[in-house]
T-cell receptor, first 112, second 111 residues
């Protein structure tokens, strides 16, 4: 039981490059989320998926796209990376039984 | 939407002292209030949560109190230990809607 797994753990991009962050959970949760964490800013929601087949914007969606590939997987795509997207990205899933949010280990992205 | 304010942003205490972190929320429909602990370089993890039908919840050295009228809730850590040093986040949500997080409190416990 791995919980929430996200890849890659580290990535360096040049401005304008694209990349996809992958996330998978094995807890049979319906809801999945992508957050970014910046110093002094807390955890800000980028996009979320309340159930398979649905996605919605969060607080800071500009510059990102998401895909809920199936119930297990939820990916985050940066089409044209900008230095302002340098951050630590966390994927999370949430069960309805307790409401607890389970986070992945995080992906540290640097855009030069 | 929901807005969660968290104070203080940093807190330094001596080992054995108590630590209190306070949060306020804006949406009166919010009814779920978790607290997450994030150690340096690690993922946030739930340490305690409270729902709006109770005013206080305790788990060993940590406790959370909720004042629905004033729309604020607090985390209390007693007999702090160096391993309590971390960033703590409060959050709020209505039912199973998305969680809104506070900006975090860095707690440093000195031996």
């Amino acid at each position: 039981n791995a919980g929430v797994t996200q890849t890659p753990k580290f990535q360096v991009l040049k401005t304008g490059q694209s990349m996809t962050l992958q996330c998978a959970q094995d807890m049979n949760h319906n809801s999945m989320y992508w957050y970014r964490q910046d110093p002094g800013m807390g955890l800000r929601l980028i996009y979320y998926s309340a159930s398979e087949g649905t996605t919605d914007k969060g607080e800071v969606p500009n510059g990102y796209n998401v895909s809920r590939l199936n119930k297990r997987e939820f990916s985050l795509r940066l089409e044209s990376a900008a230095p302002s997207q340098t951050s630590v990205y966390f994927c999370a899933s949430r069960g309805r039984t307790t409401g607890e949010l389970f986070f992945g280990e995080g992906s540290r992205l640097t855009v030069l | 939407g929901e807005n969660v304010e968290q104070h203080p942003s940093t807190l330094s205490v001596q080992e054995g002292d108590s630590a209190v972190i306070k949060c306020t929320y804006s949406d009166s429909a919010s009814n779920y209030f978790p607290w997450y602990k994030q150690e340096l370089g690690k993922r946030p993890q739930l340490i305690i949560d409270i729902r709006s039908n109770v005013g206080e919840k305790k788990d060993q050295r940590i406790a959370v109190t909720l004042n629905k009228t004033a729309k604020h809730f607090s985390l209390h850590i007693t007999e702090t230990q160096p391993e309590d040093s971390a960033v703590y986040f409060c959050a709020a949500s209505s039912g199973y809607s998305t969680l809104t997080f506070g900006k975090g409190t860095m707690l440093l416990v000195s031996p």
